[in-house]
């Protein structure tokens, strides 16, 4: 059983840096063919893919939020991160981290998910 557990702070000021680690147990982030994804819903909104990075490290951002956006991965602890820099309070959101299967492209497990918010 695949578990996906994400971490970070709560709260975050405007301009700053938003980091969130998601903690993967029950299979390694490394194994073919599998994109480990990050996905947020602001307040009364519906879900927003953000980007992912894929079993051999490659990466994939969305466009509108590509030039703020960083994932990287530690594959000896099984983390992959985000970083979301320069943030305002429209990426205020519950943040989700989830596990994309190449084959048939589905997302079959996801992280509880944490709550954001951005405000000074």
């Known amino acids: 059983q695949v578990q996906l557990q994400e971490s970070g702070p709560g709260l975050v000021k405007p301009s700053q840096t938003l980091s969130l680690t998601c903690t993967v147990s029950g299979g390694s982030i490394a194994t073919s063919y599998y994109y480990w994804t990050w996905i947020r819903q602001p307040p009364g909104k519906g879900l927003e893919w953000i980007g992912y990075?894929?079993?051999?490290?490659?990466?994939t951002y969305s466009p509108s939020l590509k030039s703020r956006t960083s994932i990287s991965r530690d594959t000896p602890t099984n983390q992959f991160t985000l970083q979301l820099n320069s943030v305002t309070p429209e990426d205020t959101a519950v943040y989700y981290c989830a596990r994309l299967r190449g084959s048939g492209w589905v997302y079959d497990y996801w992280g509880q998910g944490t709550q954001v918010t951005v405000s000074s």
């Open positions: 990075i894929n079993y051999s490290g490659s990466t």
